[in-house]
């Protein structure tokens, strides 16, 4: 048992770097939105090690993203969600994967954490940071961001489900060859 908690916690290590290196080099900037591959990181992390190490890796990704190489001031309530997020695919994806789990996972962390709370996120961290026009309230700059943060779950979503439809596949093969099975 003790050799599974240093394999998990090896592999958890790993996935973190993984996080940082598609968080911060293979991201796509467009128009208010950032597309990047760094949620591969954080499912691995929830199909195979469980929801603390996902959460783990969600939200030390981002905070260690954020300190290495940040592209602003660092806002915590988006670490905290990328931690909910990885969280929220643990408790749906470990050791329980299946096409209905895949899709309901998805959604939530498309609904709950890309619509409501990044969105409410953006909103306060273009107040503080005084980013738009001055007196804007939250429900504006949130109206203003609806838009493209729709196109942006609606990518998140089809992206995340082809994944782990992949990963649903692999799963046996990663699990023996990392010998977490």
Avoid: C, H
């Avoid at 911060?24 to 128009?31: D, G, I, Q």
């Avoid at 290495?68 to 994967?97: C, D, E, R």
């Avoid at 890309?114 to 005084?130: E, V």
């Amino acid at each position: 048992m003790k050799k599974q908690g240093i394999i998990k916690l090896t592999t958890s290590a790993m996935l973190i770097a993984i996080y940082f290196v598609l968080d911060r080099f293979a991201a796509v900037n467009l128009m208010t939105n950032q597309y990047k591959l760094s949620f591969i990181a954080v499912i691995f992390a929830a199909v195979f090690l469980g929801p603390a190490y996902a959460a783990a890796v969600g939200g030390l990704g981002d905070l260690l993203s954020a300190i290495i190489m940040p592209t602003g001031p660092y806002f915590p309530g988006f670490t905290v969600v990328a931690a909910l997020v990885g969280l929220m695919f643990g408790l749906f994806l470990y050791k329980k994967i299946s096409y209905s789990r895949i899709i309901i996972s998805v959604f939530i962390a498309q609904v709950a954490g890309t619509l409501i709370l990044n969105t409410l996120n953006l909103s306060f961290y273009f107040i503080i940071n005084g980013i738009g026009k001055y007196g804007d309230t939250v429900s504006a700059i949130i109206s203003a961001l609806a838009v493209t943060r729709l196109v942006q779950a609606g990518i998140y979503f089809a992206a995340e489900i082809a994944f782990l439809v992949l990963l649903k596949k692999l799963k046996p093969g990663i699990e023996k060859a990392l010998k977490l099975g």
